[in-house]
Every structure is written in C-alpha cells, then in structure tokens.
C-alpha cells in the first residue's frame, strides 16, 4: 500500500481532471533542445532502473520515491541546494507519472518558476531510439 504522503500526491494529481497543469510537459525533441540549452536534468527514478533501462547523458541521478513507495528524505534537501527556484529544471522518470506529481508539487508548493516534464519518461526516449547512457550500481 501507498503512504499517505504519496497516495495523497496522486489523489490529487488524479482530481485534477482536465486542468492544465502547473509545469510544461514536453516531448524528446523539446528535451534534446532543452538539454543543448543547458538546463539541467533530474532522473528521479531509482537505482535498479537506471541499471535497467539506462539513463539520458548528462542526467542528474537523484532518487524521489524509495522501493516501498515512501519520499526519499534527502530528496528535497539536495534538489534545494542544487537548483535555485528562479532556474529551470527537466523532471524525468520512467512512464512520467511521478514526473508530473514531483512537477507539480515543485511548482504549486515549493516556488519553482519553470518546470518541465517529459511526458512518458524514459520509456518514450527509449521507443524513440534515443540513446542511453548505461548506469551501473
């Protein structure tokens, strides 16, 4: 079963309905654009799925959600310290759901300005035939 903090996330993730969203979701194109631009990237999945899948070069490893479902204590602490809330930042995970979720928690309760998130995650880079980097534990 989900915590309460994360059930909560999706809850109203999910009541959100039709309504546009805080954040701007992109697509691979946009993110390679993005990325030459030099704004930075934060793979928010876990371990193991780096491993398995590979991650975008140039990516910023950096758990969000741990095996069990819970925020990573340490998440937000680092995040804070590494990207200010005026700078734009690309939120990527593996299918882009808990992309939108931290996305849009970044941009309604934290302050952040620009937020992008890569709609479908890592598994559309991947069907795209776009590169990966290989990642190892």
Request: aromatic share 8%; glycine share 6%; with cysteine.
């Amino acid at each position: 079963m989900l915590p309460r903090i994360v059930a909560l996330f999706i809850l109203l993730f999910t009541l959100s309905g039709c309504s546009e969203p805080p954040y701007t979701n992109i697509n691979n194109v946009k993110l390679k654009a993005l990325i030459a631009e030099g704004v930075p990237l934060y793979d928010i999945r876990r371990p193991e799925e780096w491993q398995q899948t590979g991650i975008v070069k140039g990516s910023r490893l950096l758990t969000f959600i741990d095996k069990k479902g819970r925020p990573n204590s340490n998440f937000l602490p680092i995040f804070q310290s590494e990207i200010k809330k005026e700078m734009p930042v690309i939120i990527i995970c593996r299918s882009g759901n808990r992309s939108a979720v931290l996305s849009s928690h970044l941009m309604e309760k934290m302050g952040y300005t620009t937020v992008y998130n890569l709609e479908s995650g890592i598994n559309r880079w991947i069907k795209d035939k776009n590169p990966v980097q290989r990642h190892k534990i």
